[in-house]
């Protein structure tokens, strides 16, 4: 954790592989003096003194190769300007033929102060102040639900809930306003080590190109990782507690799954990135609980209600004798409407007055869902003193990616040549257009390429789906063929093709994510930034299509597309278009979408979120058994913490956690009308994968860079994107694919006395079967009774009509009705949402009363420092003999706001 | 313009009126010494000596009444603690009996630059930086823009376009950044009126109940005014050349109404506020242009095509012979369909499918506008360095408003009486509630009048709207029985009906205006950006309501319960329902809507804002007539600026010209479906409104103080949620009202060679003469024919149907026809909407390129400040000896540092 003098903290390790034959020692710490001091005064000419004294050794290290020896300049200038910034490096000794050497960079105070101060990071000064107390009733209320939460509270120490510091953006001029005791733990190691990475990033190389910042490097692999140190180890005796340490018992552990998250501790030791996320993850979950509970209540109100529902049971009544039209052509019979007695009444768990309820309860709840969120994130913000930072000041610290660079330097070499070429043909035409970016005709392929990609992956998920549903069809006709299979046709059809479905979304998805990413490359974004907000949109587009298309289908178009007895539509020649079961679509849906959602759910959190990462530790296990090197043996005796850090995985961002549960957000909103239980499968899911990414995080990874941020950024569009569509689909899924809409219109306007008896009469139209095409009638009729009309379930006028087989009065009022719900219930429930966005102040009244309070403290502050000032110069002009320091600087004041004011000498005193 | 000794600048001016028995002259100018230097420095204490000061003159002035001297001693208070806090007043001698006397106050420049540094206001530093010029192409059609647009440009000296410079918040510790070359200019006018109404703002008058701040004080009538001074007179010689007249020549005369508006001079002169509204009113002028042209043209096909309409050329065909139902009970007579022909062209000019076209179009413009102003805002923000403010900042300086003090006051009074009495009967409970604010219990009668007086508000113009369709029945009725006047029944009755209506509107429109200001006032919101917000919205429900409530009523209610033959409903006996003209409601729409926006915008531009404001000046000028007191001509004879700007009326904030534009932009946007010509008008009226405000602004008003903010708050949230409301209500004009969706399905469903031939007849239903109820029959039936059947628009089952007059299938198709294209259009331009607000950034992209850009300059600004400072340090290192000032300063650096490294003293080396 320390230099070798046991003093300086390590704040950041940079690695890279050396090969060494000639086995030199080269200066063992560079923290020692080595260039005079005249050299670091005239910084820009630092590197040629640096590269004579380098001089005389790459004559001894003759043999190595010239790659080799040109990255060890590299290094060797990087780090040069690194102690030119005011960082202190140590190295190890590079005295194996080849091996990995760690950098340790440590940040004296000097440098924190400098960079503290240029970033504006906010530090608590000296003054304290109560945090306002809500009144007697809401204080109580507070104080029995805290002594009731208390032991699902981690057991952190905790900053009080009572005082707050007042922040101030650090500056050295204001030193005294800083409760600095001891300058080695002012700053957190987070902080220091997000001081030391911004130096890494800002400094540049110019024997490499100029290329900027540690990253340029490292994908040049002239270094192989940086990163800053963990705290500590993560299991071990007691005695020594660190953050990492305790993260790890009260957080990343499955043993305490029912405890609320250390938010504040997460952010301390990862930074407000990966807090802000844990603590969306917790809210998110969190709000999955009243949800989970209505949608369990729905869903017993569907059980207790099945023995009652009017339609379901006369579809069961045998004695209705309703008889059905033939399924398929040829082999299938005419069967019985009670046969399906078992679907209809399944679906009625799902299809009743409850769902309407409640999918316009979950529009709500997504609503409130980001609300409540914006207003976490303001709270977080404000006691994470976020509050000052605007956007576009975080911009400023993003720079150019590698591959930006390198390919703005190959455009600008290559126009270089073309312009030498030009001149010389054509002296006249001289394009000074500016160079110092990428236009878009640069990237015109790549966006093209982009766009085709983009369109071929859809197309390919839609063509999947298309397969399936072939698969569907084929193998139901097939398997309708052998009798004794009947019964099962459609269960086992509809699983296999889920099944299908699941396994070809799992595959798809890794698939999608890696062109996401190769696309985005293409593209040549110029900073980190945008990179990930164009990976994310991109990947959310691929994986949401990839996730939801065959969803859709089931849910808007299967059994859309049928046709009528006599005048079928057919995929290919005998085989007709599905049909949904008796009892309607939603059952499938529900069917559909509760295998993908859990089946997605489980495979992906258990096999690649916990079986790939242990099968990668064993592989490497294996391969450092086979490989016994000396480096093992001397690192297992007393393994540094930056050893075992670099063994880890290095973090990789955020975005995969992040897109999993937009994805589940997806499941939960968008078809939640067809599945209540969907919010508990997301809940249970949901409190295991917060304790699994934490202990990824905490026991797994390097330990990320603390990455300053106010908000989610462009999840939380996604999301309010996804809470929208979810309204629009909603209202679909209640109006076409349920038959809620039309028991309604039956109810009040078709039926005799208000009730749904008669309604599956209603709903079936009458099909005269002479009038059925040759060789489709069924060839071996086992029914029993002669039969002249088969049923069909649409709205047709029946054959005695003057226009038979067309669509009825009863479609149309119908029709007209469901249309009329969708345009009532999206725009109430919009109304509602954005009356619920409205009625919640974005920025809670407390919080924003503090902010309040503490900027008017701050006034204060400084108005007090201020008369003290001018009491000062009072003093010392009355007593001008007296020449201490502070009178030399408000001396200089005064004489000042002499010469500034132009008044007379009278009214002089009446300013002072 | 200056105090008496000619070079101190007034920069705000306090008015009060004074009665004074005795004539004694009380301190000319009170910046001359009265209180000995000790007072002052400890200011606590200030008062005491003041008050005593003032004791022997009290007696003096015994004959006063003792309100006055009430208020002259907390005047006295007030302009102590003023000058304690620096500022420099001069006040004219209360020579006269009574009159108004002026404080004029001077911002010295001690005084300015503390208060800039604790405003964070930005200054321009000496660092100037181009502006990155776009590329060859863009710049060539920049240029060649500009030189077609140089006449209209206003000719005002601009900022260069080129460079820029560098803005920071004003520092007294950075000085040398700044480049002050003139301490009186440094700061403009604004600016310093600006600093000097922060300080009234927060200064305190303990004698007057401890009330914060000059408004207070204005409330309760200690002050009179006070308001900061124009730069000079706006007319008169060419020679002296201020920006008041400036602004007047070139900006607030019709005569320049072709030219651009000068933004950048207005924000100088009043202030951010004001700036943006003129930007923002700028900006809808001109987008108002592109979408005038193509409504002129849409109206144009409409007219083009007139002729080849064919349901108007068959409804005027006689042959056809249409024998059409009576339009009223026993007086009306059957009546032949082509006697309509003249509305049915008359409508084919709006109800074509041009206007869905320009209504998709319409909601696009929306939302381009909304996004342009963000832009806009983005861009001016900019120019103005307004890009460091946040909102929290803004909000420290707002203090609570003096009607909420007051309330709280008496709350608190009355508490400690009810508090003293608890004690006395019951000292076991007590409450501690915190008393600083009003809580709800305070608030509820206020809120539940406010709910009470607005749904009666809303009431009021429903039965009005109500009443007025009751006039139009009665009057068609009574006027019909004339045989004589029966042609222009409909028209007259129409025509005065819509004059009602727009008188109505006119009326309430005032009322309506002060009854929210009124109710705001009930509600005593603590701030004055509180207030602000909830009279807005308050203003603008009412007056919403108000001014579209009749429109509303003809586009989606009238003629749509009229019933049938045989079966109408009655509003009360014997009068029917209205129905619309034979030509469709969208012809009696754009009617109802082109008076009433026209009328509304004449009348209120006419008298309320052109002639309100002469009458007011006229009767003033009567009075003062009347009166020629000494003041009068003293003050002709050589009347100083703050004699004339007292004269002129006080600003009173912006809230009418918002209001007025965005229930201009409800008229553009809501319905434009059914006028395309809309837009042309609302482009002619603003052209006059842009230059009316600016005279109002700059001759009627007094200067207005200056506030510095970022956007138009409210606003645009309204702007934003007309344009999502406009796309339902013209989603629904055109599915609904207008005839394009009946047209479409006739044309693809029923029509035999697919054109409109026979869509008449199709849209006519048969009724059968004999079932007419009794006594409804017409009495004198001048028809020609014996009449069986007479028609009626309707989807009707025939006569010789077996369920007569029901709704026919045709019915209900086409309403499932309206229904979707309800649902599709709506979705389909919210996509849209949504698409464009996504694809246009919301900064564009060469200011943040230039935010950027200006962030990284100001990095390396401190970076070689740092750099110096340390060669500093090191040149002082080396030669001790010299003890210069700087050496000074540099030297508590390095110690500081030396106590802040821990590191040994080979590496303190390399750290320098």
Redesign the interface.
Known sequence: MHFL?N??KVDYVLVYHYRNRGAHPIHGSL???RAP?AV??N?EMGKEPNAAGQGNMMIEMGPLDALEAEKKEQREEFEYKL?EA?L?LEKDLESKSQGSSFVRIHA????L??EAE?LKIKVPTKKMYEI?SK??IAKKFNDVVQKMTSPLQPRVPEHSDKMKNLSYPFS??K?YLYNIQD??TFFDNATRSRIVHEILKRTSCSRANNMMGIHSLIAHNIYEAAYPLHDGEYEGPEGDMNDRKLLYQEWARYGVFYKFQPIDLIRKYFGEKIGLYFAWLGLYTSFLIPSSVIGVIVFLYGCATIEDDIPSKEMCDETNGFTMCPLCDKSCDYWNLSTACGTARASHLFDNPATVFFSIFMALWATMFLENWKRLQMRLGYFWDL??I?E??E??QEHSRPEYETRVREKMLKEQKTHVQKMETDKTES????NDGL?WKDRLPGYMMNFASILFMIALTFSIVFGVIVYRITVAAALSLNKSTRPNVRATVTATAVMINLVVILILDEIYGAVAKWLTKIEVPRTEESFEQRLILKAFLLKFVNAYSSIFYVAFFKGRFVGRPGSYVYVFDGYRMEECAPGGCLMELCLQLSIIMLGKQLIQNNIFEIGIPKLKKLLRKLKDETEPGETASSELKHPEQWDLDYSLEPYTGLTPEYMEMIIQFGFVSLFVASFPLAPLFALLNNVIEVRLDAKKFVTELRRPDAVRTKDIGIWFDILSGIGKFSV?SNAFVIAVTSDFIPRLVYQYSYSHNGTLHGFINHTLSYFNVSQLKEGTQPENSYFGQEVLFCRFKDYREPPWAPNQYEF??QY??I??AR??F??VF??LVMFLSVLVDWMIPDIPKDI?DQ??KE??LL?DF??KE??EKL?LI?SAQRSPKSLT?SF?HSSR?SS??Q??????S??Q????
Chains 1, 2 share one sequence.
């Open positions: 003098d003093q300086r923290s020692h003096p001091l670091i005064s910084g102690m005011g202190e004296p105070w000097q440098v102060t400098r240029f306002k009144g007697t050295r001029e030193m300058k080695d509050t000052g605007e576009e000041e911009n400023i394009d000074d257009e500016d236009t629009i009825s009065k149309w009022s029709l007209s249309l009329a969708v345009i999206q725009n924003s902010i309040k900027k008017s006034m400084f108005l201020e008369h009491k009072d320091p030399r004041h000042q706001s010469r500034g004011s132009h008044a007379s009278a009214s005193h009446t300013i002072v």
